[in-house]
């Protein structure tokens, strides 16, 4: 990547290790996925646990997506940035009754509901809060993302959604809960999905669900197949922007459904990805006896993805390396974990103290996993 003379001068001011979003690249990827959805009739929340940094909400926000949460301080968050309460959805496995109540207080489109004692738990908070909430049930498809195992989530043995063999009695408690009504089903399935048939076979487990609903008298309003699109790591340049188009084309035509039923997706690495890159120099560089090292200012503390699921992030030396020597590196950070590693042999123009070297894809799940391990310092921040 390139970086112009007075990002230069601004990053040489503020510092490494920063966060740099390209703030045109994510308003070109949400109008590219706001025209293949709309087209489509199809409704986007975007999944605030991919980024939730206020400059990139803001234009998700005017972009008119919707948002979806999974905790309390998500749902104010939203909120407080203007996102429509009728556009805004709570998810998770594990809600506390504070942050139902926050949910409730702020009359938001629906909760995701994952087990029946969370339904009867919603229920009652909504009758001492005095409102009526809306409900999807997550039902867990059983379907493999073929994706890393941290990551998927619709597998039987994983914890997310009622399990199958207690939605009849699910059923059963939602037409006794006064407080609830049942708009949808949700289902989600993993994330980082780049085979688009792992899609298809979602519409089929989704079809089958919304007719054993549908066969026992239950109306579904809306059909949420949740999030998951992937993005390629490898080619952040040639290839920014997802192919929105054959993602939800894949629904539209698979996916069976009366104009009166509505479609809600839940995006966010997909949108967010691309436009963030961690901006790290080099603090020193060293040949071992098998490898040569080059010692990052960043580490896991600002982007864990490569030390928690070995993820691949296209690593670069930024500024004029024309002609320069290659050598193949070890790219490490400075915490101490042997696991604090971005890439093993990396070809790379030789570098020395100071160069600056760019960790890209890294807009989604990155500055949200940050920690303050080794008591790191506060993350820096440039925009485009
Ligand atoms: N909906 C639900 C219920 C989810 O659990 C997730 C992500 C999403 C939507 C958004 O999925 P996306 O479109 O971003 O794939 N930290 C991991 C990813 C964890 C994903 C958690 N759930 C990573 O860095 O790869």
Partial sequence: MTLTKEEVEQLAQLGTPAYYYDLPLLEQTLDAAKTAAEKRNFHVHYALKANFNERLLSLIQSKGFGADCVSGNEVQKSIDLGFAPDKITFAGVGKADKEILTALRHDIFAFNVESIEELEVINSLAGEVGVKANVSLRINPNVDAHTHHYITTGLDENK?????????????????????????????????????????????????????????????????????????????????????????????????????????????????????????????????????????????????????????????????????????????????????????????????????????????????????????????????
């Fill in 160 to 384: 997310f959604g009622v399990p199958n063999s207690e939605l009849e009695i699910a059923a059963s408690i939602l037409r006794k809960c006064e407080n609830l009504t049942l708009v949808g089903l949700h289902f989600h399935i993993g994330s980082q999905i780049v085979d688009l048939n792992v899609f298809k076979s979602l519409c089929v487990k989704v079809n089958e669900w919304k007719n054993w609903f549908e066969e026992r008298g239950t109306t579904i309003k809306v059909l949420n197949v949740g999030g998951g699109l992937g993005i390629d790591y490898h080619n952040p340049d040639t290839n920014a922007i997802p192919d929105f188009e054959a993602y939800f084309e894949i629904f539209d035509k698979f996916l069976e459904r009366t104009p009166k039923q509505e479609v809600h997706f839940e995006l966010g690495r997909a949108l967010v990805a691309q436009c963030g890159t961690l901006l790290s120099r080099v603090l020193f560089t060293k040949s071992g006896i098998k490898k040569n090292f080059l010692i990052l200012d960043a580490g896991m503390t600002e982007l864990m993805r490569p030390a928690l699921y070995q993820a691949f992030h296209k690593i670069e030396r930024v500024g004029d390396v024309e002609g320069a020597e290659s050598l193949n590196y070890d790219v490490v950070g400075p915490i101490c974990e042997s696991s604090d590693c971005f890439g093993k042999e990396v070809l790379l123009p030789k570098s020395k103290r100071g160069d600056l070297i760019a960790i890209r894809s890294a807009g989604a799940y990155g500055e949200v996993m940050a920690s303050k391990y080794n008591l790191r310092e506060e993350i820096r921040y440039l925009y485009k």
